[in-house]
C-alpha cells in the first residue's frame, strides 16, 4: 500500500501563488509516475500534471500550462506542484496519485493510489 498526503492548499486572490506538496509513504519504491488532479464542484476530475520517476518529463493540462511546474525530490518521497498567477477557476480540491506504470498519464483510472485532497480557493 502507498499512503498519498497532500498540503499547502488555501485561500489566495487570484494572481497569487501557491505550492503544494504530496508525501508518500508506505511502498514507496512501487512509485513511479505521480500526477495532480483537480475537482471543482459539480465538474468531473481534471488531468491537471504528471511527472516521470526522474522528473526529468512533466505535462500539464491545458488549461494551467505556463502556471503550474511539477516537480519531485524522491530522496524525501514528496512531489510538488508549483501554481502561480491562480484565477478564480483554478478553485477546486486537487489531488495527487501515483501510478506502477512508466511514463506519463493522463487518464485518472490509469493511477492506483489518490491522496485526500486539499482545497484550493482563489478569489477574485
Known amino acids: 500500500q502507498v499512503q498519498l498526503v497532500e498540503s499547502g492548499g488555501g485561500l489566495v486572490q487570484a494572481g497569487g501563488s501557491l505550492r503544494l506538496s504530496c508525501a508518500a509513504s508506505g511502498r514507496t519504491f512501487s512509485i513511479y509516475g505521480m500526477g495532480w488532479f483537480r475537482q471543482a464542484p459539480g465538474k468531473e476530475r481534471e488531468f491537471v500534471a504528471s511527472?516521470?520517476?526522474?522528473?526529468?518529463?512533466?505535462d500539464y493540462g491545458d488549461s494551467v500550462k505556463g502556471r503550474f511546474t511539477s516537480s519531485r525530490d524522491n530522496a524525501k518521497n514528496t512531489m510538488y506542484l508549483q501554481m502561480n498567477s491562480l484565477k478564480p477557476e483554478d478553485t477546486a480540491v486537487y489531488y495527487c496519485?501515483?501510478?506502477?506504470?512508466?511514463?506519463?498519464?493522463?487518464?485518472?483510472?490509469?493511477?492506483?493510489?489518490w491522496g485526500q485532497g486539499t482545497q484550493v480557493t482563489v478569489s477574485s
Open positions: 496519485a501515483s501510478t506502477t506504470a512508466y511514463g506519463l498519464g493522463y487518464r485518472d483510472n490509469e493511477y492506483s493510489y
Open positions: 511527472i516521470t520517476l526522474s522528473g526529468g518529463r512533466t
